[in-house]
């Protein structure tokens, strides 16, 4: 049996035993990068240009960040140019770096990225160091799903935080910021290595499985000001 198969079926093990899993990290899991079937990145397109090894999209004044097989350690600027005119990077496009699985870590400190979109990091299993600016407003569906981060700073920017942004993630530990107002479903479901979180009292809407089959999550912090939900050390959500 091919590693590619491998790694499909210890995935989907992993996943059918989240509820009864310790402990789940990735990095520990995949020691080291499978080989894979090499697949041929799509080619630029007219619009699409590269500068430093990451492949960008002209939108107007502003450039998106488009899919590549993408490696090692990126940087993302605040600025690009092409062919003379200075874009602005806004976006990181739907699964810009999906699949991944060579991506050591995003820096995005300089950037002034407005939005992460829809899996844009989905399946980046040795991703574990993500920096986010504090200009990003929406993190998209799927965006960090199957990543090994283990924490992450999510800026006070942050209004929109997709469904299972974080499903079945390393992440340990986060704490929301003040003005996200909804936990969508399965966000952080199938964090088998998270054991705290951090809640704003600007939410007030968080789904049923929001954390399904993280089973080491004790300690939820509410803000004492929030005016729907508790802190509890059940790992369960409790209305006031």
Known sequence: MSKSKLIIIAAAMMMANAANAQSINLKKVFSKPQNTTTTTAPAAAADEFEVSGVRYKANGTEAIVVAKKYSGDIYIPKTVSKDGKTMTVTKIGDRAFAGCKKLRSI????????????????GCMFLECASLPNTVVKIGDDAFHMTNIGVIEL????????????????IRSISLPNGLTAIDSRTFSGCADLKEITLPASVTSIAADAFDNSPNLKNINVAASNKVYTSSTDGKIHKK
């Open 107 to 122: 820096n995005m400190n300089d950037a002034a990225i407005k939005e992460i979109g829809n899996g844009a990091f989905s």
């Open 155 to 170: 800026p006070a920017s942050l209004k929109t935080l997709g469904k299972r942004a974080f499903f079945f993630s390393a």
